[in-house]
């Protein structure tokens, strides 16, 4: 009997191999939340995979996908303990992300074993410890305080925007616009925060926070996520926002901040602005070769 062999691509067009038959491997994920701002998080240290703005959106897709504030990529990075990159929900890049940077900071520490971790970001290398009591305590970095390192679309006074309800602007890694209001509570943040997001002042768009002071030193603010929307916290625009009040005279350095999803510790520093606050590990799952092929 003579054995005759087709070349694959025949086999294809002859209906052998399905064009639904599955192209990606499972791509591994963790669930993880900072007081209620959520993440997914791809480690690619182990499982290389491209991430692409669909992806992200599919991913981001809290009906059709699994549903996440950011989605945060793990790299290596030869000088520091990881190199991270993070995303909106819409599939756009986010410079920073605090509450992203300290859950990754507790899988690095309980990794490692070691007291002190260091991340490098789109910001620059951030350095995390362990707070004691399962707390992370996270350095985001000074902030930036000049319009065009913020940045602002022309050169005005960042401490009195020329905007109804004179906000505040601060960079923190991305940037953010603050208001300070008599009760954060009061505050439509759905209406509000879409047309301050998208105002030509910022140029790469902005976070809006809104705050209000409640006793010495302790801040209610509620936040509009750029790329995302209402979130239950943001550890960036915490930060902004406790540098935001001691610039205007408000509160010290160091602030409590009770955002919706619970309350963060800001100590601005020489060094820069540190984030105190917990983590938590949700679940470990992966992505089907069916979802991934989808895209």
Known sequence: ???????????FLQGAISPGMTQHAPLPFLKMHGLGNDFVIIDRRQTPHAISAALVRAIGDRNRGVGFDQLAVIDTDIE???????????GSTAGACGNATRCIA????????KPA???????GVLRAEDAGDRMTRVNMGPPLLAWDQ???AHSVDPTHLPLPGDPIAVGMGNPHCVF???DAESVDVATDGPGVEHHPLFPQAT???????????????RVWERGTGITLACGSGTCATAVAAHLRGLTG??????VDGGTLEIDWRDDGVWMTGPTALVFSAEFSPAFLDSL
């Open 1 to 11: 009997m003579r054995l005759q062999f087709c070349p694959l691509w025949q086999i």
């Open 80 to 90: 520091t303990d990881a190199r991270l990159t993070f995303y909106n929900s819409d």
């Open 106 to 113: 507790r899988l690095l520490l309980d990794e490692s074993g």
């Open 117 to 123: 971790v260091h991340v490098r970001t789109e910001r």
């Open 150 to 152: 913020i940045p602002l």
């Open 180 to 182: 300070f209001v008599q």
């Open 207 to 221: 976070n809006v926070e809104y705050a209000s002071l409640t006793s010495p030193d302790r801040l209610r603010m």
């Open 253 to 258: 350095k160091r602030v409590i901040v009770d």
